[in-house]
Nanobody, 116 residues
């Protein structure tokens, strides 16, 4: 079964930037739509961004214009470039893929904290 390992999180000041990475245990990102989700403290996991096989992207309204999703199939890695970070972006961030039957297994995520 595929496994996802997210990294790149950390503590950043408001207005700062981070780039998250997600590595998969197999060459899966080339075949499926890839997604980023996040879970803020006390809240449910929510959609952040999606990159389809044909290169289309979709973003949650709260991150549109600030976050960019991309992938490198050769490295089996998905990225989330985050700019102009806000305190409300504080969350654990997860990547995943969309199978015909639903999402894959969740990784451990990477913590992003935006605070001065």
């Amino acid at each position: 079964q595929v496994q996802f390992v997210e990294s790149g999180g950390g503590l950043v000041q408001p207005g700062g930037s981070l780039r998250l990475s997600c590595a998969a245990s197999g060459s899966i990102f080339r075949d499926y739509n890839v997604l980023w989700y996040r879970r803020a403290p006390g809240k449910q996991r929510e959609f952040v961004a999606r990159l389809t096989n044909d290169g289309s992207t979709n973003y949650a309204d709260s991150v549109k214009g600030r976050f960019t999703i991309s992938k490198n199939n050769a490295k089996n890695t998905v990225y989330l470039q985050m700019t102009n970070l806000k305190p409300e972006d504080t969350a654990v961030y997860y990547c995943n893929v969309k199978y015909s039957y639903g999402l894959g297994p969740w990784g451990q995520g990477t913590q992003v904290t935006v605070s001065s």
